[in-house]
């Protein structure tokens, strides 16, 4: 890192690692595949704001995120990489990655993040189960057990091949079984408006346990709303003179402290905007505005707000 004060948010204890709280996902980085410049520009000028934890994965943009970041990165720079397993590229088929669960298709995903990244050993690895998505769905012989998974998972981390396991797109069932394991991070699809998983979040902090949700703002998928076109977030950042995006991420890291943010872009502009909001702290009465989202949408539609899942 450049500027080693430089943390924006604050820090937490990833993996004995000490990262800032706004970090960096890389998947936007696929987006550079004509244009590996750009994308190593937008990746030092990270660096030089203070990021110092990217997510990224093999199968996005079919290595080319994980080039740019062997390129672009350097040892000195002290950057904690986490990629994950649990899905293979896909050329050729009707979405570019398919399930690979089997606990020898896990170990090859890592040898493809260990070569596309350039690397002997993978900071921390991910386990992205295929239990409560969105997205890619296990069918037949990629019912895997999870014990077989985290055994495989485990014997790479022996080995010195992995440095830390966490898990992906998990019920908190699943997270209790894996906790011998040493899981050091959960990411699941949640944010403002979509916080299906917050027992799973809880246990995340009893266990001191990294919570980095992907979607914080929201998607397309059914279930995820966008933060960022919601009345009360809206009517938020013009309150305090920020973005929709910027009051949606600033929630999170309000909301538990061992939330990392890691939302992606392919602009510096944004990308500059997403490390302010580690300056950004919300009122309580905004806060508990944005606390309550999740019961008003349901009671705007005139139904019962979901009880928790897990």
Known sequence: MSDTSLRPGGTYDFAGHPVARIGYGAMALERFATDAAS???LLRRAVELGI?????????????????????????????????????KNPGGPIPLRPGQKPEELRHAVEDNLRSLGRDRLDVVNL??????????????????????????????????????????????????ALPAGIVCVQNAYGVVARRFE??????????????????????????????????????AERIGATPAQVGLAWLLGHAPNALVIPGTSSVEHLAENVAVGRITLDASTTAELDGMWDARFAAAGEPAPQWTD
């Open 39 to 41: 994308g190593e520009r």
């Open 52 to 88: 110092d934890h990217i997510d990224t994965a093999d199968f996005y943009g079919d290595s080319v995120a994980n080039d740019l970041i062997r390129r672009a990165i350097r040892p000195e720079d002290d950057v904690l990489v986490v990629t994950k397993v649990g899905a293979l």
């Open 128 to 177: 992205r189960r295929l239990d409560v998505g969105p997205g890619i769905e296990a069918e037949g012989d990629q019912l895997v057990d999870l014990d077989d998974q985290l055994a495989e998972l485990v014997a790479l981390r022996d080995s010195g091949v992995i440095g830390a396991i966490g898990l992906s797109a998990v019920d908190i069932d699943t997270l209790r079984r």
């Open 199 to 236: 027992p799973l979040l809880e246990l995340c902090v009893a266990e001191g346990i990294a919570w980095a949700p992907f979607f914080p703002l929201g998607s397309g998928f059914p279930g995820i709303p966008k933060a960022t076109e919601q009345p009360e977030v809206i009517a938020a």
